[in-house]
């Protein structure tokens, strides 16, 4: 068997990258990609299992360039202004050619989810940092029913459903965030 070149596995995928974003995902085909990199159907095969398994590689790209950016944007003074702009920054992102990837990966299920589970790991890690960093975060509110992470778990949990739903407004979730996790007044 031959050895497979990493650096044609890079040019394939900056190609489907280049025809995806022009075209969407429905445009990329094996057969296309293979004539653009100038090499045979076969040996795009030799990397890639099919078309859904490259659009799931570009998805898990995407995500991880996405929430290492989304570390750096946030500058918000404590915690639930920071969930406010994580979720108006995945907004913008789900909008773009996220949106499309994510909404390309319906033959992939099962793997796309176990990948997407790794992104929501990193997710996860960035908002119990966040509330690290909230003094005002009261630390009575946790318990082993209620941990750090089961509240993480649910807070992402929500912003992907009001991420698919396409609200305009996260200020009734934003006010159960508070009441849970501040004293009140």
Request: charged share 25%; proline share 1%.
């Amino acid at each position: 068997m031959r050895k497979k070149d990493d650096t044609l596995r890079e040019t394939l995928l900056d190609l489907a990258r280049d025809i995806v974003n022009a075209d969407g995902p429905g445009a990329l085909s094996i057969r296309i990609l293979a004539k653009k990199a100038g090499v045979a159907s076969g040996t795009v095969y030799n990397y890639f299992e099919n078309k859904d398994e490259i659009l799931l590689v570009l998805t898990e790209e995407y995500w991880e360039k996405t929430l290492a950016e989304m570390r750096g944007s946030l500058h918000a003074h404590g915690f639930t202004g920071q969930l406010c702009e994580i979720y108006a920054f995945l907004q913008s992102r789900v909008a773009s050619s996220a949106g499309m990837l994510m909404g390309s990966l319906g033959n992939v299920e099962s793997a796309g989810r176990q990948r997407m589970h790794s992104m929501q790991r990193v997710l996860r890690a960035a908002i119990i940092e966040r509330m690290h960093a909230d003094d005002a975060i009261r630390q009575d509110v946790w318990s082993t029913a209620l941990t750090e992470e089961a509240f993480a778990d649910f807070i992402i949990m929500n912003l992907m459903m009001l991420l698919r739903s396409g609200a305009k407004n996260i200020d009734a979730f934003i006010e159960m965030v508070k009441r849970i996790l501040y004293k009140g007044d």
